[in-house]
């Protein structure tokens, strides 16, 4: 969706084979991205696998390759609603296990600091609400969670649980960063939704950002594959 004019988001993937093995249900989805699409050298095979198991999970498994270096940095883009859409995600209450941000200049790019969420707006280490903090700061939040993870491991970055259904969301991931994305400018139609104010929310799984040099992005060179094993909801 950010990946240039046309990103991913608006190309046709193709269904590259479905099965099921014991409780978990498969599709793998396939796409190859061409030489300099999007401004990205080299022709770039990507494997998508979504997974649902007898556990409630959906598991998204990412997999590509290139035949000249270039910048891979894979994540999904789902909208979340525990509600139903019935009530606003401001009435959810949020735990994320991140004990700083990667802070923004005016065009939203990281500064290339880290700044700790203690004592400030930022700090969900302990499952809360959102909604007073929204409303006192007249905005919501789009901003990059380093999460406390060792590199490479599955673990929990986010809790979401929507009070009046018992709705609980635990994601996973083994990426470094999530893009914690809960605003009142979301203008949009989404299934039944008719989505108009503050009723979605979006949890991306990602690198530190590749545009700072002190944050590492995903380097990907040939004959080298990139894997983003997990990210799991459920």
Known sequence: IHGGVKGFNLQVFDVDTSYIVKDTAVVVFKYLSPDLEGGFPGNLNLSLAYKLTNDNEVI??????TDKPTI????????????????SVLNHYYMIAGDSITPVDSMGIPTGELMAVAGTEY????????????????????????????????????????PLSGR?????????????????????????????????????FQPLYCCRE??????????LKYYLNKINFN
Do not use: W
């Not at 998204?60 to 390759?65: N, T």
């Not at 894979?74 to 139903?84: D, K, R």
């Not at 007073?132 to 649980?161: F, M, S």
């Open 60 to 65: 998204l498994d990412y997999e590509a390759s």
């Open 123 to 162: 700090d969900f280490r302990v499952l809360q609400s959102a909604k007073q903090r929204i409303e006192k700061r007249e905005k919501g939040y789009d901003i990059n969670y380093k999460l406390n993870k060792q590199p490479g491991t599955l673990a929990l970055a986010a809790k979401v649980v929507e």
């Open 72 to 87: 891979v940095n894979l994540t999904n883009h789902s909208y979340f609603n525990l509600a139903g859409c019935k009530e």
């Open 168 to 204: 609980v969301l635990k994601a996973y991931t083994t990426e470094p960063g999530m893009q914690f994305y809960l605003t009142g400018n979301i203008m949009a139609s989404v299934s039944k939704c008719n989505i108009s104010r503050i009723h979605l929310i979006i949890l991306n």
């Open 214 to 223: 002190k944050f590492i992005g995903k380097l990907l060179y040939i004959n």
